[in-house]
């Protein structure tokens, strides 16, 4: 059973263009159901994919946004704030 998930940043600033990696774990770290879902909050600034064990990042247009992070075993989240400048 999940009981949380943890992210190895919760604050991301890039570029326009660019892209960042974060990873992600559960806790416990030997939890049943190691599945995530992901959404940008704004997919106009940033857009997210699952990369199985990272979260990557991409800023499509200068501007802050959230990304959330959602175990799908009791829907616990966490939260990226990402800040795109233009290049």
Do not use: C, H, W
Not at 35 to 60: F, L, R
Request: proline share 1%.
């Amino acid at each position: 059973q999940v009981l949380g998930v943890a992210l190895s940043d919760y604050n991301v600033s890039i570029t326009v263009g660019s892209f960042a990696d974060i990873g992600y774990g559960f806790i416990p770290a030997n939890a049943t159901i190691q599945t995530i879902n992901v959404v940008s909050m704004n997919t106009g600034i940033a857009t997210v994919v699952d990369a199985i064990g990272d979260v990557t990042i991409t800023g499509v247009n200068a501007g802050t946004t959230t990304v959330v992070v959602y175990s799908v075993d009791g829907n616990f989240k966490a939260e990226i704030t990402v800040t795109v400048t233009a290049v």
